[in-house]
């Protein structure tokens, strides 16, 4: 009795019916987070991370007042200019496709665009909470040497669960770079629509709840940039945590499905 070994050859009516083998999703995620360092604009973004938090803790070393060297002083000095270059990063990874004219190419190699946008995202994250971990570090570098030159004691005044919610915090931030991506996919009317998010609107809301008392009290129901502010100020309440849920659901989440939809039914060209 005799046996026949599998055929090894490429047989194009495989591709035809979909029965191809497709592209790994830990494959598309490693040629992303290659894509990221890759181009001279992709790298000095990368690298503006490490130079901002460098910087940022110099400063507040070099200006702080001796009595406010503690650890909470540099997470939050740290976790802010995050906020603005993490989006901008999540931007940038989503609209490349289409700002780049790379498009075509992407998703031919890889026909489920679904599986493309969940690799932008995670690369995305991982980038995220690489950056994070790393501001937190340089924070406890920061800490170390502030109170040194100043001689007074050391404050640790973060706990691991205000760590969470200040990554998280982060993250948040980032994946709506992500959404404005896919809602604008354009690198400029994206990055454009984030800065309005990130310094507009918080600017009109405290308007609002300057000259309108009664918005004072649905202002952290409605305003994202206020109720995320929470995950910087310690560990939100069970109020805080519904408040960030609810604006997170319309701000994000909704935006973001609509996002999807129109990424995945959109011309590519």
């Known amino acids: ?36 360092f890759d181009t001279r604009s992709g790298f000095w973004l990368m690298a503006s991370i490490v130079i901002i938090a460098l910087a940022t803790m110099i400063g507040v070393v070099l200006l702080a007042p001796d009595e406010d060297l503690t650890y909470y002083t540099f997470a939050k000095a740290l976790g802010f200019p995050m906020t603005l270059v993490l989006p901008m990063i999540a931007v940038l990874s989503i609209t490349g496709e289409w700002s780049q004219r790379t498009g075509l190419t992407t998703f031919t190699l890889v026909p489920h665009r679904g599986r493309v946008l969940w690799a932008k995202t995670i690369s995305s994250v991982i980038v995220g909470v690489v950056a994070m971990l790393f501001a937190l570090a340089v924070g ?56 309005v998010l990130a310094l507009v609107f918080p600017t009109i809301a405290g308007i609002l709840s300057a000259s309108e008392p009664t918005f004072v009290d649905i202002q952290p129901w409605v305003d994202a940039n206020w109720a ?24 994000l989440v909704l935006p973001a499905l609509l996002g999807l939809r129109s990424v995945l039914r959109s011309e590519v060209k």
Not at 12 to 21: I, K, M, S, V
Not at 236 to 249: F, L
């Open 140 to 195: 406890v570098v920061g800490n170390l040497v502030g109170t040194a030159i100043a001689g007074t004691d050391l404050v640790w005044d973060v706990s691991a669960a205000e760590v969470l919610t200040i990554v998280l915090g982060s993250l948040l931030c980032l994946l709506t770079g992500t959404m404005l991506g896919m809602l604008f996919r354009s690198s400029a009317g994206a990055l454009v629509a984030y800065l």
């Open 1 to 36: 009795m005799t046996t026949t070994a599998p055929s090894t050859t490429y047989d194009p009516t495989r591709e035809q019916h979909g029965d191809q083998p497709s592209v790994p999703l830990g494959r598309v995620v490693r040629v992303e987070l290659r894509k990221m």
């Open 228 to 251: 995320r502010s929470f995950l910087f100020e310690g560990t939100p309440t069970a109020e805080q945590w519904a408040q960030i849920g609810v604006t997170t659901a319309v701000w």
